[in-house]
């Protein structure tokens, strides 16, 4: 089946977009399933000579959006970032003071706005360019940048404290 | 102006980018002004906390039943659109026929016919109503096939 494969293609792209806005895994999946059933729904619709994730995406966004604001009081954010393999710390202390940004770093990000998060995730964890982010968010690169600049220095003023 | 080509070089910076051209005007920019200099160091900064950090990934089962968990989905709409589709039809009938039997029928008081037609013409104006609401949202939706 056609959209099978779209979907096993796409579904971890869902899935981790999904848990940009959201902040909870299962909540993520749910999203992300939800948006491919609409997108098969209206597939009919969709131009195949472009890029589906570009308009899968937009069914997405629009999901959690509502989903974030239906839910503002009930949402439990998972701790969803973690240190990569590569930077693992055999030191206790360094470990425990590790941890302690990780968490800061999440609390941070779940405190800027949906979009200033969004793109930040887009960028530095999904590592797409700034011409894939433009695609997807339908933006001018320039754009893209100029938000990836400010949502960052957001991020910074949160962090404010552990930067100095 | 100055603030928005400090802005681009500096995402080309991140992104290995830059011409050299491009290079010695940025390192121009930092060294002529302390605030872009701050804000230079203070990006450096965030770029390098974030870039030792990944999202978790979730447990290998969320994979292996991702999709049948969209199949069973699907499947599950498509039972609803028939069931829905199959109990419109049913009750239409079983309201004509009933309508036909309470109005032939001597014994039953006029009073109740009379509710009985009001209750019948209620529940086929709600019908239409709700429908025509749906058609023209639907057609005046720009966001129809992302949001429903």
Redesign the interface.
Known sequence: MEF?KI??KN??KG??AA?NFVGA?DEA?ELS??A???A???FN?FDKSKNFFVWYY??LK??CL?YLRDNKKKISID??????AE?SESNPQLAAERNN??EL?QKALFELDAEDREI??LR???NY??KEIAEILQLPE?TV??R??YA??K??KK?ERY?K | MKE?RF??L??RYF?NELSKEEESEFFSLIENDTQLKK?FE??K???E????????N?DRN??EG??L???N??ER?IAWILISLAAIVILFYGAIEALNKILVNNHIPSIVKYAYLALVLGVVILIVSVAREKFFTFKRDK?K????
Not at chain 1, 79 to 84: M, S
């Open positions: 099978e979907v096993k579904m971890r899935y981790y848990l895994h999946l399933q939800q491919f059933v609409k098969f729904k209206n619709k937009t069914i629009n999901l509502n701790l969803i970032i973690e240190h990569k930077e940004l990780k770093v930040i995730m530095e964890f999904e360019s700034y320039g940048m100029s990836l600049f960052r220095k991020l910074a962090l930067l | 928005e802005i681009i500096l995402e992104s804000e203070e990006q900064q965030i770029k906390i974030l870039r030792k950090m990944e999202i978790k979730p969320a994979w991702y999709w968990s969209i199949y989905k699907l709409g966001y096939e992302i949001q429903r």
